[in-house]
Structures are given as structure tokens and as C-alpha cells.
């Protein structure tokens, strides 16, 4: 575990969330994106803790799927109604994770072939992950793998019937602009 995640994730036995995060907004090491904190391969989420039993829950159902896009769940933190849910994204040990717009890739055929088809078996099982498709906003990589990797885990959803054509679309127009 990379020295920050530990010095971070240790503070909770001492500190609130909310003073956690502005500390961490405040020491410049994560990227926050919707009370999501970056920190080399992992991501600390601060939200209530109804909303991330929510997503607990469905990452458990989805886990089996072994998606290369998502991030595993490796604790949690309960602080009255507020919880902090700490994830790793195991297809990018020991790297950092990090925005995709702005990296200079190059995302080969095999990187965009293997986040396709994570989606398409996300899909598959009844899920989907309606960020994925607004953009790159919630696109992330491994910095030296650039490993594809999805962000805003929380708004996983169940799949409409006839959303996998309409968004593996989307996915396509956007795996077209990436640095090849």
C-alpha cells in the first residue's frame, strides 16, 4: 500500500471525514472528483453511509465479473452517518491512477479491446454505469500501464433494456479520441 494511503487511512481513528478531506484537498494528492479522493491506486469516497452501503452492495454483486475497469473495495470507515470507503484499482498496482484527458498515451488496441469488452460484460450481467458515456470526465488510467480504468462507481445502476447498444456507441466514439 503506497505511503500515503496509509498515513491518510490511518488519520481516520483520530480525525473526521470531513477534516480528512480537507487535508487532503489541502496537501494538493488527490484529484476529488464528486468526494472522491485519488491517491496513487487508490480512491478514498466520503459520502453518507446509506449512499455507500448502496454501492457496497452492488460491488459485491459485480466483484464476481473481475471487471479490469473497476476498483475492489478494500475497507471501510463508519464516523456516525458518515462513512469513507477506501477502493484499489488492482489493474493498476503500484501506479498512479490518473485523469485520461491530458495523458498522452499511447491506449493501444488491446487497452481499448479490454475496456470494451469489461463494459460489455458489465452490461451483460445488468448493470450499467451511466458516467461512462458522458464524456471522459470519469475516465482514468494507469499512468505508465494506461490501463483503462472507470471513476464515479456510485452511480452503477441497473441496465435498461436496450441502453448496451446506445452506450457501447458512445463508448466507441470515445475510445476513438483517446491518443492512439
Not at 480537507?22 to 479522493?37: C, H, N, P, Y
Not at 498496482?93 to 481499448?112: C, K
Amino acid at each position: 500500500m503506497h505511503p500515503d494511503v496509509k498515513k491518510y487511512w490511518s488519520k481516520l481513528s483520530s480525525t473526521t471525514p470531513d477534516a480528512l478531506q480537507l487535508e487532503m484537498i489541502d496537501d494538493g494528492v488527490a484529484d476529488k472528483r464528486d468526494r472522491s479522493f485519488f491517491v496513487a491506486d487508490h480512491v478514498f469516497t466520503f459520502d453518507f453511509d446509506n449512499r455507500i452501503q448502496r454501492v457496497l452492495d452492488l460491488f459485491a454483486r459485480v466483484a464476481p465479473l473481475e471487471l479490469s475497469i473497476a476498483p475492489a473495495v478494500v475497507d471501510t470507515h463508519l464516523n456516525d452517518v458518515d462513512m469513507v470507503m477506501l477502493t484499489r484499482y488492482p489493474a493498476c498496482t503500484g501506479e498512479d491512477v490518473v485523469p485520461v484527458e491530458g495523458h498522452p498515451g499511447p491506449f493501444t488496441n488491446e487497452i481499448r479491446a479490454r475496456f470494451r469488452a469489461d463494459i460489455e460484460r458489465l452490461y451483460a450481467a445488468g448493470f450499467a454505469h451511466p458516467w461512462s458515456t458522458r464524456g471522459l470526465d470519469y475516465w482514468y488510467c494507469g499512468a505508465r500501464s494506461r490501463t483503462l480504468v472507470l471513476g464515479g462507481w456510485r452511480a452503477l445502476a441497473e441496465a435498461e433494456r436496450g441502453d448496451l447498444a446506445e452506450d457501447v456507441e458512445d463508448i466507441d466514439l470515445l475510445l476513438s479520441r483517446l491518443p492512439g
